[in-house]
């Protein structure tokens, strides 16, 4: 289990990124943390990844405290940023690495790289920032490890990529294993997510299930449903019909279209009380 406890960090004195929040990462699940640039997401996963240890609160991994900088902390742990390293490697060069890791599986990288026409003598350089992505996503379900951090993982890959990211994720999924999945564009990844972990300006703002945050709120039309000015959290017009975005949604029964997760950010992130999770 992966357990943070009122977790603040800030990059300068008296400036909190994030404050005081805690929460708990489940094996077998992956957790989508949304938000919009600049909410914190980046900045809490570079806490969990060992990357920023200057926090107050703790943040364990199996046990083990991030700030300590413990090598059994990092064996079971692989995280790829929103922008990974382009250096003068070759992809060769990651089968030795590979090898450091306890769970490491060379015929999953080498079925992975030959599936997608990745020669092992090209050097990472080379490679455009979708492909970069999409090569350090392969070499991370080869390792195995416990945890997966990807941050914005599906950026710069067309649809064909990230729908085979999905596929990928789902023949090599492991119940031993925890995947955290930040990004503000997850509608092509939605189908993998079990938990949401809504973030805006630093605060969380829900933490449930995804099926509970998208049965939380709802589009129905006007003239088919009366609500109360506390419950509409948005309106827009498509050809002339006026749509309200509500809360509550069961009260209007079969005239409320479920909103999507883009929405559903947009809706959380107005700190209505019902959104706001317990802390």
């Known amino acids: 289990m992966l357990k943070i406890t009122d977790l603040s960090f800030g990059y300068r004195p008296g400036k909190k990124i994030i404050e005081r929040e805690s929460f708990e990462f489940l094996p077998g699940k992956t ?28 943040v364990c991994w199996q046990g083990l405290e991030a700030k300590r900088r413990d090598t059994r902390y990092f064996e079971n742990m692989f995280y790829i940023p929103e922008n990974p390293v382009r250096s003068d490697l070759r992809i060769q060069a990651f089968f030795k690495l590979g090898a450091c890791y306890p769970r490491w599986d060379k015929e999953i990288f080498e079925t992975l790289l030959t599936k997608n026409g990745l020669d092992a003598s090209v050097s990472l350089k080379s490679l455009s920032h979708g492909w970069l992505k999409r090569f350090y996503f392969y070499f991370g379900l080869a390792l195995q490890t416990k945890l997966l951090i990807m941050d914005e993982v599906n950026d710069g890959m067309d649809m064909p990529a990230q729908k085979e990211l999905v596929r990928e994720m789902v023949k090599h999924h492991d119940p031993e294993r925890i995947v955290l999945l930040a990004s503000h564009h997850m509608e092509e990844c939605q189908s993998l997510i079990d938990d949401l972990v809504v973030m805006d300006k630093g605060a969380v703002h829900y933490t449930g299930s995804m099926d509970q945050a998208l049965s939380m709120i709802g589009w129905v039309e006007s003239d088919k449903a009366s609500c109360p000015e506390e419950d509409i959290l948005d309106r827009k017009k498509i050809l002339g019909v006026e749509y309200l975005l509500v809360r509550h949604p069961r009260k209007y029964g079969n005239a409320v279209h479920a909103a999507d997760l883009g929405t559903f950010l947009e809706a959380v992130t107005l700190k209505r009380k019902e959104f706001t999770h317990d802390k």
Do not use: D
């Open 31 to 58: 957790y989508g943390i949304i938000g919009r640039n600049g909410s914190g997401k980046t900045t809490l996963l570079n806490v969990i990844s060992g990357l920023l240890i200057g926090y107050q609160g703790e």
